[in-house]
């Protein structure tokens, strides 16, 4: 398995994982499929500073990560919120850890402060893998989302990067 900045062209991939758990899953509160439109211009809004990357097995895509704005004012600038999902049937191969380990590399020589996962408070697995990498609990929002009839919690966790990983022209996060 390779993890590599994701292409226009692995962006059906993408969305195939990440559609899965639209329909499927309380780990997205997205409601409705990502249509192949709005992945083109959710990729369009990522670039260097926000990275979009996939595991690639045998030339095909297995998994996908992305560090996205954390929000948009600009004084937000020096945190991300990371996104991962791994192809139903593939969990528990060490797939999510390796791309979650790439993304907190890649954001450290960024020059990020910080990066914040938003995650079901159902979702053991994902909170699990966050914690096992060293993100720890800030936050508990009580039944701010709402899908397949349930209320739900969000939790918010983060990672504090290590100071100093500035990118080599020396202007981090001013992008
Ligand atoms: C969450 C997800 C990305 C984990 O990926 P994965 O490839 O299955 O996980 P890994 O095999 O790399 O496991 C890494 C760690 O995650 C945790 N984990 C994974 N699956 C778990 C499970 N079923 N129960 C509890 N912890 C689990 C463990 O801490 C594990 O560490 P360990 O192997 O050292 O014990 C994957 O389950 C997934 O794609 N889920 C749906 C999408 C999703 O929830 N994305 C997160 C949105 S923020």
Redesign the pocket.
Known sequence: MIIRPATHADLPAINAIYNH?VLT?T??YQEEPETQGEREAWFATHGERHPVTVAEHDGVVI?WGSLSPFRSRGGYRFSVE?????EQG???????????IDLIARATALGYRSIV???SAD????I??H??LGFTRVALFQEVGYKFATWLDVAFLQLMLPPGGLDTAGQSGNT
């Open positions: 758990y899953s780990c997205t998994g990371n996104s991962v999902y791994v593939r969990h528990g191969q060490g797939i999510g850890k390796a791309l979650m996962a938003g995650v979702q053991t697995a994902s699990s893998l914690e096992r």
